[in-house]
């Protein structure tokens, strides 16, 4: 008799992580986020000239509707006013609130979660490096974009030059508009809670947060619709890369483990080989490692049932003690 005992897959995979780990490599990654902005500034001639033919396809296949949203915005301040504290602010909230949520409820899915947002992260500093682009409001007064960032300081903390503290601006990379991981990130934030939210209210958020920020960015000048939608490539080749890039960490884990002796002893899955009719003591003490393996409730079939698999059919009125019990494990 084989006996199969299968812990709880939620706990076990909480067990593996913790926090005191997770909070510095997040904060790494976003440390390299903000230093490569900085550092990689690019020539200001180069990304003015990205900005300016990024404008230009869209103007020839009709695909810049970012003009439309920055001249509502600059003309309605009850709609730049927030899109400015929206822009400025909710990436610094959202995305770690969702992140500490899928810790809490959904353990499971965390890590891979993480993963992808982490990946998807780092190809977009590739991006800021390779095409350094400068937004829609940096662009010559002749394009026409208002900066609503500046026009609207006055109700904010962030400075007039960038959506950083009021004095910090030269600390940021203002050249980096291409991918949008402000897209990127809401993007991810609004998978998460319609997938793995349980009601209809989070589950609307999730669909109208990503939303909400690809109309703000163009809104407010600081992205075009390409770059909302690269935002958007940038983390469909993060989800890709995600699972081989956790196979690579894995295994290099395992390697570090065997050479320190420190392998973990897997007790997802149990399973114990037992002599039939063995005592529950025995049974328990066969399974490696001091596994609990729970001990066989005796059920009772009625002797004359022809689906008693304990029944001795050549046995004669079938009376016989034991003939009509059979073990299961409960």
């Known amino acids: 008799m084989t006996i199969t005992a299968t812990a709880p897959r939620a706990a076990a995979y909480r067990g593996r ?19 490569a902005r900085l550092l990689v500034r690019g020539d200001v001639n180069d990304a003015v000239e990205h ?6 396809f869209e103007q020839l296949t009709h695909l810049d509707p970012e003009r439309w949203f920055n001249q509502l915005f600059t003309h309605h301040a009850f709609l730049g006013v927030p899109a400015d504290f929206a822009y400025a602010s909710l990436h610094y909230v959202v995305t770690p609130s969702v992140l500490v949520w899928l810790w809490l409820r959904r353990p499971t899915h965390y890590r891979n979660a993480r993963t992808w947002l982490m990946v998807s992260t780092l190809i977009g500093l590739v991006g800021f490096t390779v095409v350094p682009t400068a937004p829609p409001r940096l662009l010559p007064g002749a394009h026409g974009f208002m900066d609503t960032m500046a026009q609207y300081g006055s109700y904010g903390w962030w400075g007039t030059d960038a959506s950083a503290p009021r004095g910090m601006g030269h600390l940021t990379n203002e050249y980096a508009a291409m991918p949008s991981l402000h897209v990127g990130w809401s993007l991810w934030c609004g998978i998460m809670l319609f997938r793995y939210g349980r009601n209809w209210f989070v589950r609307a958020l999730g669909v109208i947060y990503p939303l909400m920020t690809a109309f703000v960015v163009m809104g407010t000048a600081n992205h075009y619709l390409m770059d909302a939608a690269a935002g958007v ?7 890709l890369l995600a699972k081989p890039a956790l196979r690579v960490v894995d295994g290099l884990q395992a390697r570090v483990r065997r050479r320190l002796g420190t392998e973990p002893v897997h007790e997802a899955v149990v399973a114990v080989s037992v002599a039939p009719g ?3 003591d025995k049974q328990q003490a066969a399974a490696p490692g001091g596994a ?3 001990a066989p409730r005796t059920v009772s079939v009625p002797p004359g049932d022809p689906g008693d698999p304990g029944r001795d059919p050549g046995a004669a009125g079938g009376s016989g003690a034991g003939r009509g019990e059979r073990s299961r494990m409960s």
């Open 51 to 56: 900005g300016a033919d990024i404008l230009h």
């Open 292 to 294: 609990k393996v729970p």
């Open 233 to 239: 490539a940038t983390m469909g080749v993060g989800f």
């Open 17 to 35: 992580l913790r926090w005191w780990t997770e909070l510095p490599l997040i904060a790494v990654i976003y440390a390299l986020y903000s230093g």
């Open 278 to 280: 063995a005592p529950a």
